[in-house]
C-alpha cells in the first residue's frame, strides 16, 4: 500500500524561507513529485526527484532520501503568490499511478 | 495548444443519473489520469491509461468507467450517480509518466 504524510497547515512570512516536508512508505517507488495548487484552480507541476540529493529551480528546491522516505520542497524569498497548497506525489513503479497526500496549505504573511 | 480541456466545468446531477467528464489533450500525450479530490484533501487515483486502447484501475474505481479509443481523448463515466460523488474532477495527462498537465477541472454535485 501507500502511505504519505505532509503537514497540514503552516504559515511564514513574506521574504522568509520555508520547508514543507514529506514522508512516504510504499510498495514500489520511482519517483516523488511536487504539485502547486493555488485555491479553485488545478494543480501544476513544479519538480520531480528520482535520485537522492538536492534539485533547485529558481527559488523552488527539491530534496529526496530514498533510504529514509523523505523528501522536502523548500521555498525560498516567499512571496505572497506562493499562498497556496502543495502536494507530494509519489510516482509508482507502474509509471501510470501516482499517488498524492493530502497536501499542506502554506500561506505567506506580509 | 489548448493543453488539457475538461468539460463541463460545472455539473449538477440527481443520484441515480449517469453522465460523461469529457477530456481531451492536444499535446499527443500517452499517459492519461483522472483524480479526484474532496475537500481539504490530496489527489486520488480513479483510472488511468498508459496509451489507446489500454486502460487501468486506480485508488478508487468503484462506480466510474473508463476508454481510451484514441490518444486524446480519455472520458470518465459515471454509471450510476451517487452523494458520495460529490468532488471536483480532474484529468491530466503526460508524455512518459513523470510530470503531468492538469485540466482546470469539473465541479460535479450529485444531490
Known amino acids: 500500500g501507500q502511505n504519505i504524510d505532509q503537514p497540514t497547515e503552516m504559515t511564514a512570512t513574506e521574504g522568509a524561507i520555508v520547508q514543507i516536508n514529506c514522508t512516504y512508505q510504499t510498495s514500489g517507488f520511482n519517483g516523488l513529485f511536487w504539485y502547486q495548487q493555488h485555491a479553485g484552480e488545478a494543480p501544476t507541476f513544479l519538480s520531480y526527484?528520482?535520485?537522492?540529493g538536492l534539485e533547485e529551480k529558481g527559488r523552488f528546491s527539491s530534496f529526496l532520501s530514498r533510504s529514509k522516505g523523505y523528501s522536502y520542497l523548500l521555498l525560498k524569498e516567499l512571496q505572497m503568490k506562493d499562498s497556496a497548497s502543495y502536494l507530494c506525489a509519489v510516482r509508482q513503479t507502474n509509471a501510470g499511478k501516482s499517488t498524492f497526500g493530502d497536501g499542506t496549505t502554506l500561506t505567506v504573511k506580509p | 495548444n489548448a493543453g488539457v480541456t475538461q468539460t463541463p466545468k460545472f455539473q449538477v446531477l440527481k443520484t441515480g443519473q449517469s453522465m460523461t467528464l469529457q477530456c481531451a489533450q492536444d499535446?499527443?500525450?500517452?499517459?492519461m489520469s483522472w483524480y479526484r479530490q474532496d475537500p481539504g484533501m490530496g489527489l486520488r487515483l480513479i483510472h488511468y491509461s498508459v496509451g489507446a486502447g489500454i486502460t487501468d484501475q486506480g485508488e478508487v474505481p468503484n462506480g466510474y468507467n473508463v476508454s481510451r479509443s484514441t490518444t486524446e481523448d480519455f472520458p470518465l463515466r459515471l454509471l450510476s450517480a451517487a452523494p458520495s460523488q460529490t468532488s471536483v474532477y480532474f484529468c491530466?495527462?503526460?508524455?512518459?509518466?513523470?510530470?503531468?498537465?492538469f485540466g482546470s477541472g469539473t465541479r460535479l454535485t450529485v444531490v
Open positions: 499535446m499527443n500525450h500517452e499517459y
Open positions: 491530466a495527462s503526460s508524455p512518459d509518466g513523470y510530470g503531468y498537465t
Open positions: 526527484n528520482v535520485l537522492d
